[in-house]
C-alpha cells in the first residue's frame, strides 16, 4: 500500500524559507504515470493547490505562489521536497503531500495523501 | 484562475439525497471532463469520492456520484448515511495547465 509521510518545522519565522519533504513508501517514485504534488489547508479554510512534479524534475506551480515556490525530487531516497520563501502569517497552514494519479498531468486525480502537517509561521 | 465557486453548506436527512455543485468557467470545469471531488473529514487528508466528472474509485459507495453540465460540475449522495457528514471539494484542471479547488462545501447529515 502506497503511503506518503510530510516531514518539515512545524514552526518557521516571518520572512524565511519554509522546507518540507514528503517521504514515498510502498510504491516508486519513479513512474510514467505519476506525477507528485502539495496542497495546502489554511486552519478552518479550504484547500489550495501549490504544485506538482514529475519523476525527471518537471514542475507545474500555482501561479499565485510561483515567485517564491522551488519544489525538487530525489528518486534515490524517494522524495519530493517544497521549498516557499518569504513566508508570512498567511503561509500558516496544513500541508499536505499526494500523488496525481494515472490519467496523465491534465487528467490526473489525487488518489493518496499524506496525514498532512501544520506549519505556523510566527516570531 | 480563481476558486470554484461551492455552496458553504447542505444538508439533508438520511436516507435522502443531496446534490453539491461547483461551478467554474469555460477554462476549468467547462473545458475537460477532469473535474474530481474529495470528501475530507475533520483533522483528516482528503480522500478521493470520484474522478474524471463521474468515475468512482474502488471502495467509494456507488451512493456517490458525479456529473457535468457546461461550466458547473456537480455531486450527488444518495441514501444519506451519518458518516457521509464532512466537507467536501471539487477540483479540476485548467486550461493554464493550473489545477483549482472549490472552495468547499460542508455538509451535515441532520
Known amino acids: 500500500q502506497l503511503q506518503l509521510q510530510e516531514s518539515g518545522p512545524g514552526l518557521v519565522k516571518p520572512s524565511e524559507t519554509l522546507s518540507l519533504t514528503c517521504t514515498v513508501s510502498?510504491?516508486?517514485?519513479?513512474?510514467?504515470?505519476?506525477?507528485w504534488g502539495w496542497i495546502r489547508q489554511p486552519p478552518g479554510k479550504g484547500l489550495e493547490w501549490i504544485g506538482n512534479?514529475?519523476?525527471?524534475?518537471?514542475?507545474y506551480y500555482n501561479p499565485s505562489l510561483k515567485s517564491r515556490v522551488t519544489m525538487s525530487i530525489d528518486t534515490s531516497q524517494s522524495q519530493f521536497s517544497l521549498n516557499l520563501s518569504s513566508v508570512t502569517a498567511a503561509d500558516t497552514a496544513v500541508y499536505f503531500c499526494?500523488?496525481?494519479?494515472?490519467?496523465?498531468?491534465?487528467?490526473?486525480?489525487?488518489?493518496?495523501w499524506g496525514q498532512g502537517t501544520l506549519i505556523t509561521v510566527s516570531s | 484562475h480563481s476558486a470554484l465557486t461551492q455552496p458553504a453548506s447542505v444538508s439533508g436527512s438520511p436516507g435522502q439525497s443531496i446534490t453539491i455543485s461547483c461551478t467554474g468557467t469555460?477554462?476549468?470545469?467547462?473545458?475537460?471532463?477532469?473535474v474530481s471531488w474529495y470528501q475530507q473529514h475533520p483533522g483528516k487528508a482528503p480522500k478521493l469520492m470520484i474522478y474524471?466528472?463521474?468515475n468512482r474509485p474502488s471502495g467509494v459507495p456507488d451512493r456517490f456520484s458525479g456529473s457535468k453540465s457546461g461550466n458547473t460540475a456537480s455531486l450527488t449522495i444518495s441514501g444519506l448515511q451519518a458518516e457521509d457528514e464532512a466537507d467536501y471539494y471539487c477540483?479540476?484542471?485548467?486550461?493554464?495547465?493550473?489545477?483549482?479547488f472549490g472552495g468547499g462545501t460542508k455538509l451535515t447529515v441532520l
Open positions: 469555460s477554462s476549468d470545469v467547462g473545458a475537460y471532463n477532469y
Open positions: 512534479i514529475y519523476y525527471t524534475g518537471s514542475t
Open positions: 510502498g510504491g516508486s517514485i519513479i513512474s510514467s504515470s505519476y506525477y
Open positions: 474524471e466528472v463521474s
Open positions: 477540483s479540476s484542471y485548467t486550461t493554464s495547465t493550473t489545477r483549482v
Open positions: 499526494a500523488r496525481l494519479g494515472a490519467g496523465g498531468y491534465s487528467s490526473g486525480w489525487y488518489d493518496y
